[in-house]
């Protein structure tokens, strides 16, 4: 079963756009969001993460929304460029530390149309 | 720092053949873990290891086996290779409450 669920699988934007990828989770423990971007060729490397005793973490064009209640949380990236092209994976687990299994959702690739 | 290194990047291999895929880190992490990533599937865990001489399988395992003998190195291994196993392999270390480092994959293909 899929633990995390995003949407959607692939997305186009124009330079200069909005990118938004959402993702939903059912297990109440999770307590650590992480969003991880991927280029081709490389592993995926962290972007930006959460905790639920926010509803918004921002790190320059990039931030994430959070709705504890709705169990979803979703990622926005202002301002689009060609540079963000590259797969986008939400991520859950409960507990910060190194041992917990982190749960991946099935990806976003997201290209920025010049 | 090399970070998180994984040999060979490529491999074809054909059914019923064995292999090892190298993970090597540099950065002292006692956490290792190794992943899949296949189309519209994301990333999902294989076997974990969270210090030398322990490891537990993670969500998708069968087919596959790993040890760790030293606190740097966590080899994956293929017994007998099925195209099933045809993917992406990702393997990522990490510490503490640092987030997960990945290495930059292994392309393997079983025909």
């Known amino acids: 079963q899929q633990q995390v669920k995003q949407s959607p699988q692939s997305l186009i934007v124009q330079k200069g756009g909005i990118s938004i990828i959402n993702c939903a989770y059912e297990n109440t423990a999770f307590d650590y969001f992480p969003w991880y971007q991927q280029f081709p060729g490389k592993g995926p490397a962290l972007l930006i993460a959460?905790?639920?005793?926010?509803s918004e973490k921002k790190e320059g064009r990039f931030t994430i929304s959070f709705n504890k209640s709705a169990k979803q949380f979703s990622l926005h990236i202002m301002d689009s460029q060609p540079g963000d092209s590259a797969t986008y994976f939400c991520?859950?687990?409960?507990?910060?530390?190194?041992?917990?299994?982190?749960?991946f959702g099935s990806g976003t690739r997201l290209s920025i149309r010049p | 720092n090399a970070g998180v290194t994984q040999t060979p990047k490529f491999q074809v291999l054909k059914t019923g053949q064995s292999m090892t895929l190298q993970c090597a880190q540099d950065m002292n992490h006692e956490y290792m873990s190794w992943y899949r990533q296949d189309p519209g599937m994301g990333l999902r865990l294989i076997h974990y290891s969270v210090g030398a001489g322990i490891t537990d399988q993670g969500e998708v395992p069968n087919g596959y086996n790993v040890s760790r003998s030293t606190t740097e190195d966590f080899p994956l291994r293929l017994l007998s290779a099925a195209p099933s196993q045809t993917s992406v392999y990702f393997c990522?270390?990490?510490?503490?409450?640092?987030?997960?480092?990945f290495g930059n994959g292994t392309r393997l293909t079983v025909t």
């Open positions: 990522a270390s990490t510490s503490g409450n640092s987030p997960l480092h």
């Open positions: 959460i905790r639920p005793d926010v």
């Open positions: 991520a859950a687990s409960s507990g910060y530390s190194s041992a917990s299994k982190i749960i």
